[in-house]
């Protein structure tokens, strides 16, 4: 199993979200880290760890949101399974999952599908979104982990 060998929080305004790269070079966006940065609870602890997989996060499965949530998002919600640096089993995303999610809230807010309790997310995702706009995601986690500054060239 993979290891974080650096770890770090990307930063969009008040929204903080957990990231690493693992010891084979991924980068990974944990899957706290999604929840708690789109203000989402933390699951319990039962509910940490699905199955292998693509499996998406229950906040994407309700109905409303189903039209918005294609085979795509799908394909790379496959979880990465890693251990932290101090050796703690979590899991986590490929960055473009992160874009992809801020989309789904994005397209579901322009259409009027969204219910009241979702605005909140939607708002947070947008933030996301325009930061994500201006670096990539996989940019901004070398940066947040400083894995730019140790990576070979």
């Known amino acids: 199993m993979p290891q974080a060998s650096h770890e770090g929080v990307l930063h969009f305004g008040d929204i903080d979200i957990e990231v690493a790269v693992l010891d084979d070079g ?3 966006i944990t899957h ?3 929840m708690v940065g789109l ?3 933390r699951p319990p602890k039962g ?3 699905y199955r292998a997989g693509a499996n998406l996060p229950a906040f994407l499965t309700v109905q409303n949101l189903a039209p918005f949530v294609g085979e795509g998002l799908a394909m790379i ?4 399974e890693f251990r932290t640096k101090q050796g703690v089993k979590t899991f986590g995303y490929a960055p473009d999952f992160l874009p992809a999610i801020c989309d ?3 397209r579901a807010q322009r259409a009027g599908a969204l ?3 979702q605005r909140k997310i939607a708002h ?3 933030i996301i979104a325009e930061h994500l706009q201006r670096s990539g995601t996989t940019c901004l986690i070398d940066k947040a982990t400083s894995y730019r500054e140790t990576r070979e060239i």
């Open 32 to 34: 706290d880290g999604v």
């Open 124 to 126: 947070r995702a947008g």
């Open 77 to 80: 919600a496959k979880q990465i």
């Open 39 to 41: 203000g989402r609870i």
């Open 47 to 49: 509910r940490q760890h």
């Open 115 to 117: 219910k009241v309790a």
């Open 104 to 106: 789904v809230f994005a």
């Open 26 to 28: 991924q980068r990974v």
